[in-house]
Structures are given as C-alpha cells and as structure tokens.
C-alpha cells in the first residue's frame, strides 16, 4: 500500500510529460544553424512557456538541411518517441530552395499533419515564402501551399515564419539565409500568437 502511494507522484508526473511536450520538427532554421544551439527560437519558446506558467516540455528535432520527404521518413518514429500534445511543423524552405516539385512538398507536410493529428497532436504549420528569383508562378504557388494544407486539415498557420526577419539584412548570416542569434526573438514572436492558444494551463 505504501509503495503504491509513493508511486501516485511520479505516475502523475510521468502522465503530464506525457500529454504536454511539444516537438519543434523542421530544418535549420530552428534547428540553430550557425549560432548557439541555446539561442535558438525553440530554446527560447522553452524558456517562455515556463515564465507565462506553462508546463510543456519541447522537444526540438529539427535537422538542418532536412526536406519534406526527409521529415516525413523520420516523422513516425519522432511522434513515438516524444509523444507530443502539440507539433511545430517548419519545413518546406528546402524543398522550394532546390526547386523542387510543390506537387511533392504539398503531399509530404499532407502526410505529416494527417500522421501527427492520428497521433493525436494538435498542429501549427509554420509557412515559408521564396524569393522573387524563384520566379512568379513558383512563389505563389509555393506560399499558397501552406495555407491549403493548414485549410485541409484544419490546423492552426502562420503564414510566413520569417516576417519582419528576412528582409532586414543585419538579421541574417552571411550565407543570406540564415537568421542570426539576435533575430531568434523575433522567430519566437512570429510564432507565439500562433501557438498560444493550442496551449492549456
């Protein structure tokens, strides 16, 4: 008898990291590409949910370089393993870096939500936009993608994850792509109004 009661806290404790991590799943640009991993926006967002009172764990599996197929190969195993109650879902930038088919893409992030919502995870879809260069018909097709994905399947979007970041150039790495340390932030700030209201106290 005694020993089950001392086992009451931990089960309990076991069940909240159980129903309430989050998975931040997308590419370098939150997986901290050339900064501090400390400084990266989700370390921040963990940082933030414990000061606004929250109590959810993140769980950050971002890889740079990573493509939508590349996440949907990987994205199964990462659900089982951190069981999230939310999935911040970033990645596409790759896919429309390298011009590859939005055909593809859109059918990769429609296998992911629908994979992450059997899970039982709520999802925010976090939108990419591309370059002029990329040519007219490209970019819009390529942003409006993430919107019809989010209308899909219903899930919560924010439309460009680098607003107010991409177009200021002290914000972002020599290489033109990469936002720095001090633009983290910012990334933070785009997101949370977003996600703030998937959250439960």
Partial sequence: ???????????????ICHAEGILVFGD????????????AWPKLLEQRLREEGYRYPVHNASISGETTAGGRARLDEALKRTQPQILI???????GLRGLPISAMRANLD????????????VLL????????????????????FEDVAK??????????????????????????HPV?????????????????????
């Fill in 111 to 122: 296998a992911m939500v629908s994979s992450a919502q059997k899970a039982g995870a709520k």
């Fill in 152 to 177: 899909t399947h219903k899930t919560a979007l924010l439309p460009f994850f680098l607003e107010g970041v991409a177009t200021r150039r002290e914000l972002i790495q020599a290489d033109g792509l």
């Fill in 28 to 39: 370098s640009l939150s997986a901290g590409y050339g900064i501090d991993a400390q400084s």
């Fill in 1 to 15: 008898m005694l020993r089950t009661l001392l086992l009451i806290p931990f089960l309990l404790l076991a069940s």
């Fill in 126 to 145: 976090l939108g990419m936009r591309m370059p002029p260069s990329m040519g007219q018909a490209y970019t819009e097709k390529f942003r409006s993608t």
């Fill in 89 to 95: 879902l970033e990645l596409g930038a790759n896919d």
């Fill in 181 to 201: 340390a001090a633009a983290q932030k910012l990334l933070l700030d785009n997101v949370w109004p977003q996600l703030k209201p998937l959250l439960k106290k």
